[in-house]
């Protein structure tokens, strides 16, 4: 049976998956932003929205007595969310990105449902509906408490300035440390040009933190390997959740100390990084190249990796094939 990986990973809700052009530079950017550990991998979890039903699915009956908002909040929270728990070993870090009418959704939760999401993009919103007024809803945010520090990023192009300098003065007149929220005012940009203004510099923001800590252990004087746990605890406290150091950073430090020809360090790194990422079964083989330096039995480390390929879905057939034969390279 293949061994998962623990459930650490950070939930992005991606609204408006039926935009493709703006959905896809989301994508992109998580992609490009991670593969260069700026931000943790992450659970991506697009939704479409159908034009003839994106009113109501985002209208709460206060505002038309039709709205569905409520029905759609308990779907991605008593449903959904539970579900990517459960099948795919999502954490409970959770942010939202909405554009347009999933913006006011979006950023309703948020302020909703504060110690249940970490993080809220809000791109091109509008603030107010019928019996409504968010902008309101934030200024009283001081009163509630926290059980991590918050983001909010929202960003405006040419269709709402006048909301974004209410939202911007309201923010600014908050106090906490806990929230921390800011705008993107893009005067000459259209409604579909903010979402790519906006999340690149966002997720930067967010992940700001966890990728301090991911350098702050690859950089060269750090030499202890167990420095990792302070600085895993330092992000657990911030974020209010686990969120494990990437792969990359893992393989990294390994990597560094074994050129300094410190293989016992080198090891013990590779074997915490299969500790955390059980089906990245690579480690184990640069474990052995580590060992032979050492002149150790490495026999059962080739047992692990044999096993470890078995029951990887990390790893298409081809990429087993060519690990297996580095192997055979490595011990003749």
Not at 126 to 138: A, G, M, P, R, Y
Not at 253 to 279: C, D, H, M, S, T
Request: hydrophobic share 35%; with cysteine.
């Amino acid at each position: 049976m293949a061994r998962k990986i623990e459930g650490d990973f950070p939930l992005i809700v991606i609204f408006d998956q039926q935009n493709q052009r703006s959905h896809n530079y989301i994508l992109n950017t998580i992609d490009y932003l991670t593969s260069n550990e700026q931000m943790p991998s992450s659970i991506l979890v697009s939704i479409t929205s159908n034009s003839e039903f994106r009113y109501l699915e985002t209208t709460p009956k206060k505002t038309d007595e039709r709205g569905l908002a409520l029905e759609n909040e308990y779907f991605l929270f008593d449903e959904l969310i539970p579900l990517l728990k459960k099948q795919y070993k999502a954490s409970s870090f959770k942010i939202i990105i909405g554009h347009s009418r999933y913006t006011f959704f979006a950023s309703s939760l948020f302020l909703k449902r504060i110690n249940e999401l970490n993080a809220v993009i809000a791109i091109s919103p509008f603030f107010s509906q019928k019996n409504i007024n968010l902008i309101d809803s934030v200024a009283n945010i001081q009163k509630q408490k926290f059980n991590s520090h918050k983001y909010f990023r929202f960003s405006v192009g040419d269709d709402f300035p006048s909301d974004y300098y209410k939202m911007d003065s309201v923010i600014k007149g908050i106090n906490t440390p806990y929230f921390n929220a800011k705008g993107f005012l893009f005067k000459e940009a259209g409604h579909n040009v903010t979402p790519g203004l906006t999340v690149g510099i966002s997720l930067y923001e967010i992940f700001e933190i966890w990728a301090a800590c991911q350098n702050k252990y690859m950089d060269k004087s750090t030499l202890d390997i167990h420095a990792i746990d302070s600085l895993e605890n330092e992000i657990s406290n911030f974020y209010g959740n686990r969120l494990k150091f990437s792969i990359g950073t893992l393989n990294g430090k390994g990597w560094f100390f074994y050129n300094e020809r410190q293989y016992e360090k080198a090891i013990k790194v590779w074997e915490l990084l299969i500790q955390k990422y059980p089906n990245f079964s690579e480690a184990y083989l640069y474990i052995i190249d580590a060992k032979i330096q050492l002149k150790k039995d490495y026999l059962n480390d080739i047992d692990e990796l044999k096993n470890s390929l078995k029951f990887s879905d990390f790893y298409n057939e081809e990429a087993k094939h060519e690990i297996m034969e580095k192997l055979k390279e490595m011990i003749k």
